[in-house]
């Protein structure tokens, strides 16, 4: 189900990727925290308007608390598919942790963090 979620994100199908999400658990994305899929889904909209992200899992592990932690090739792009440069936003070409957290089959929580 998670790579289908970064298939899903990478293609821009948003209601495919919402619809694993709980509608009111609570999304950190970008250190800010969202709450429901639509909060979410406003927020990919307005991002999806300025850039043109791409997210590669790379490994999956399972947490020692149940989550599943994935490691992911996050690469930027602006609206014509050319790499990032000089952008006051921050977001850049890194390498991150995605942390699921699941009920059943749906995302109550979703963390990001620096990979180390």
Request: charged share 25%; net charge negative.
């Amino acid at each position: 189900m998670i790579k289908r979620i970064y298939a899903s994100f990478n293609a821009r199908d948003i209601d495919a990727v919402l619809a694993v999400l709980s509608d009111d658990g609570p999304t950190a994305w970008m250190a800010a925290t969202f709450h429901g899929r639509q909060a979410v889904r406003d927020y990919w909209t307005r991002q999806w308007a300025v850039i043109s992200p791409h997210v590669e899992p790379v490994t999956f592990e399972e947490t020692p608390d149940g989550a599943i932690a994935v490691e992911v090739i996050q690469s930027v792009f602006d609206l014509d598919g050319r790499p990032l440069e000089g952008q006051s936003h921050g977001l850049k070409d890194k390498t991150v942790t995605h942390i699921f957290r699941m009920e059943g089959d749906k995302i109550v929580r979703f963390d990001i963090r620096d990979a180390h």
